[in-house]
């Protein structure tokens, strides 16, 4: 059962970093607000880092209520990840001269940019859906409607980080 385990918390980071974006998810008082961020998935570290702005609310709400929610998704790929735990707001300029990249420039000009700041998300569980593949699902669907029985159409696991 361990290594059962195991395998599916290293699935679950694998379809994290192979997925790339995330919806970000904070509270905004009584409501949920969602927000897609490019996502930078580091495994050895446990944790999962997003460049912010800290002209946007998503910052002030982190530090009201550090609980969040990653969602990960490829529709095309039928693979999705809902990741909970929490989140710290940082100004780390060495962080984020490291996770500054090209895309990054759509945002900010340069690492420089004072109004830059780095959330890390510390995961605390998960749960993903890794299916075959599009066209095989809808394949076993099919065949399940036709037969009667309920569809395999992959992997459903729950799993503490």
Do not use: C
């Not at 998810?25 to 490019?38: C, F, I, N, W, Y």
């Not at 990960?72 to 300029?93: E, H, I, L, M, P």
């Amino acid at each position: 059962m361990a290594n059962d385990n195991t395998r599916d918390i290293e699935r679950a980071w694998e379809l994290m970093k192979k997925i790339g974006f995330a919806m970000l998810v904070t509270h905004d008082g009584d409501k949920l607000r969602a927000r897609p961020m490019a996502a930078y998935v580091d495994r050895d570290a446990d944790a999962v880092y997003f460049l912010s702005d800290a002209r946007r609310h998503k910052d002030d709400e982190i530090k009201r209520n550090p609980n969040v929610n990653l969602s990960f998704a490829d529709a095309s790929d039928q693979k999705y990840v809902s990741v909970s735990g929490t989140a710290a707001v940082s100004n780390d300029r060495a962080k984020i001269k490291e996770l500054f990249t090209a895309s990054a420039k759509a945002w900010w000009d340069s690492a420089e940019d004072p109004n830059i700041r780095v959330l890390k998300f510390t995961p605390d569980d998960a749960e993903f859906w890794d299916s075959p593949g599009t066209v095989i699902s809808y394949v076993k669907m099919a065949a399940a409607a036709v037969t009667g029985t309920r569809p395999d159409i992959g992997t459903n696991r729950k799993v503490a980080i």
